[in-house]
């Protein structure tokens, strides 16, 4: 390795080692271990077409990737060897791997969850491709400025980026708007704009490096480069007008996971990562010499939520009108191809598209899903006249994409019975046999293996190798638990973890915390149903306690908050605002004297999430039940040993049966009572006035006791609670606190939280994305294992 990173230096970067900055021995590292990846790469490429496996194809409008140097080593099984190299040259291999920035190509969860999905896709040899978007900006950098979030533009291909490879001769037209014509008895879509997706290959190497697949990432051309005759003119402007146009379509990621708005460029950039994708799709299929009537036979394609649902009606176009199949035969080829992934319920987030837009934007696309609208009530006539793809001048896209998939699954047990009776219950009924279950998963290579060493090591002195690809094997553990050297050894690698946070901490945000105390942390998006407000109303409730009785012997706590809001989304700005201005005065209260501190480190990504997860004692997962659909944060805490205090709500709910309710920490009101709850249209004000601890709270915050330079800075948000609290926190405020109360409790008796801690990474096994992908391979996609 030291010779060959040299040999990058010197031949790659044009530099030599003693004038080699961090940046230039990251990339000669990258390509030195990138070199590795080639060759298993080719041959599974070769394989899947020689042996004519079926191919998995994941549109995703987002793939949270994070960084993929250390990654890629651990994958190969060289991450000593690459340690071991850098710092025989002289460098620090952490300083060298955080240099590399996060490709943050995505908002949260679903796209956190296409990187995990095309890790494990690797890791099982199971053939496919990621289709994304090369986002040139990735989601903003999140300062705080007076406690409040402040967005600036993200800039992650400023340098150099080495896991990929620019495929030029890759590159498909794209079109918009436009219209509709007829020649020679052939519908023929006539577009006004059209733009070149051109493709840019990452390899996605699997455990053990034994499979690699391609995450293949469109970024948008312009067709015809600058307008040279008005150039000519010396209109420099206008004449690179084209190019500014079409570069628009990648050029940023839609921050936004919370409300829906029906904005054009977004159509238009789904469009463009769905039509490169099928186009590509069908080259590949065509040049293997298959026939399109057997595209089902050798193609899955699975649509991560409604983003690209648009692969209806295209995958129907193509056939139709550029191949001549008959409609009925297209749209049954589309349906036994396609899948779709529902990931939210949450009504203001659910796609719908107006049909003045559509039409305008697609016009032939407009006029096919009409068709299949037609064609679906055709060939169910009692569909309710209420139900259909076209309703109220909108195209529903949930409604479209259930129609043209031969199988829509929700994301936790919970959420997919939520799914059939809330969200479709009618087309459920009249196809029951679609929806399914696909329970989400993690990858343990990164978020065991990768990001918390000291625990992964102890897993394999105790249980022996092997464990990565084999989660379930964790139970092993549970035979040592019962040991009281295994039980100091787990708390002893938390306990590096947690000095390691701490150092981390006294060195970004300048706070100084003890390892000692219980570590309780939130990271996720800012939303109101995810309350971070119940988060820190209790936390307020707890400071106020301690300062009434500041001699009592109080268990320390840091309650450390991470995330980030959507630019436009009010609300949860405030929460964040509010957060920030009560660490201010918790922090620096000599009454509180360091027992309780709160700690929320701009920029909340995948990285600073690899360092808190491992660091961590408790998970906060606190969703109103019914509203989170899964989760997978909370399955990476459990699994690295934090335990849960949380709802009944996505994962949690099975996360604690295999954990055991007694090693979980629950409270609150189900999905079930939620609903029942909102019928009383007064549900805050009773909770409120059954809870003068709650009282005092919203009181405090009322007065200005957080915002002393502006008293009636939080009078809307108090308002808010007594009136209306859609999100029922005061409802389950009373049952938190207790709840809180048992977690300090517990922790105060080392050798029952050592057990339960411990007994939660020994039975998180099923969580593994291995897992949900053998579910997927299985009940969706009927592909198998090329391994
Ligand atoms: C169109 C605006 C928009 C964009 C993205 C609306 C909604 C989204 C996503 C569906 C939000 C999301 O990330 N959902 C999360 O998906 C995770 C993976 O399945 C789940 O674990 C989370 O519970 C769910 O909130």
Known sequence: ???????????????????????????????????????????A???????????????????????????????????????????SLGQDWRAVVEDEPDAALGNGGLGRLAACYMESMA???????????????????????????????????????????????????????????????????????????????????????????????????????????????????????????????SRVLYPDDTTYQGKELRLKQEYFLTGAALHDIIRRHLAGGFKLAD?????????????????????????????????????????????????????????????YLMGSVLPRHMQIIEQIDAWHLRTNPSRPHYVGIVKHHEVRMGELAFVTAHKVNGVSALHTELVKQNLFPELHKLHPDRIVNETNGVTPRRWLRMANPALSHLISDTIGEGWEADLDRLRELELSIEDKGFRDAFAAAKRVNKEALSNWIGQTQGVKIDPDALFDVQIKRIHEYKRQLL????????????????????QPRVKIFGGKAAPGYQAAKE???????????????????????????????????????????????????????????NMKFALNGALTIGTLDGANVEIREQVGPENFFLFGLTAQEVMKHREDPEHARHAILESQTLQDVLQMIAEGRFSPDEPTRYHGLVHNMWHSDYFLVASDFEAYRESQAEVDK??????????????????MGFFSSDRAIRGYMTDIWGTESAL
């Not at 995703?60 to 850098?86: K, P, Q, T, V």
């Not at 349906?335 to 949450?346: D, F, S, V």
């Not at 057990?755 to 990474?761: E, G």
Request: glycine share 6%.
């Open 1 to 43: 390795m030291r010779e060959e990173i040299l040999r990058h230096l010197i031949y790659s970067m044009g530099k030599d080692a003693g004038h080699a900055s961090v940046y230039d021995w990251r990339m000669a590292l990258s390509f030195a271990i990138r070199d590795r990846i080639v060759e298993p790469w080719f041959a």
């Open 123 to 249: 890791t099982l040899g199971c053939p496919g491709y990621g289709y994304g978007i090369r986002y040139e900006h990735g989601l903003f950098r999140q300062r705080f400025e007076g406690g409040q979030q402040v967005e600036t533009p993200e800039d992650w291909l400023k340098q150099r980026h080495p896991w990929e490879f620019e495929r030029p001769e890759a590159a498909y037209e794209i079109g918009f708007k436009g219209g509709v014509e007829t020649r020679n008895g052939k519908t023929v879509w006539v577009p006004a704009e059209t733009v070149i997706a051109e493709a840019f290959d990452m390899p996605v190497i699997g455990w053990q490096g034994k499979w690699a697949n391609t995450l293949r990432l469109w970024s948008a051309k312009p067709t015809t480069l600058f307008d040279l005759a008005r150039f000519n003119h010396g209109d420099y402007t206008a004449a690179a007008e084209p190019e500014t146009l079409a570069r628009t379509l």
């Open 575 to 633: 929460i964040i605002r509010l957060i920030n201005d009560v660490a201010a005065v918790v922090n620096n209260d000599p009454y509180v004297d360091g027992r309780l501190k709160i700690i929320y480190p701009p920029n909340y990504n995948v990285s600073m999430a690899e360092r808190l997860i491992p660091a961590s004692d408790l998970s906060e997962q606190i969703s109103t039940a019914g509203k989170e659909a899964s989760g997978t944060g």
């Open 746 to 763: 517990t922790f105060a008796e080392p050798d029952k939280w050592w057990r339960m801690a411990a007994m939660n990474t020994a039975r």
């Open 535 to 554: 988060n820190v109303l209790q936390t307020i409730a707890q400071w106020h306690e301690i300062r009434n009785d500041p001699t009592a012997d109080w």
């Open 45 to 87: 490429t070769k394989q899947t077409w020689e042996q004519g496996h079926k191919r998995v194809y994941y549109l995703s409008m987002e793939f949270l990737i994070g960084r993929m140097l250390e990654d890629a080593a651990i994958n190969l099984g060289m991450r000593a060897a690459c340690r071991e190299a850098i710092e």
């Open 295 to 355: 595209l089902a036979k050798h193609v899955a394609i699975q649509m991560n939520d409604t983003h690209p649902a648009i692969a209806g009606p295209e995958l129907v176009r193509i056939l139709t009108d550029l191949y001549d199949m008959p409609f009925d035969d297209a749209i049954a080829t589309a349906i036994e191809c396609l899948g779709y992934t529902n990931h939210t319920l949450l009504p203001e987030a659910l796609e719908r598209w107006a049909t």
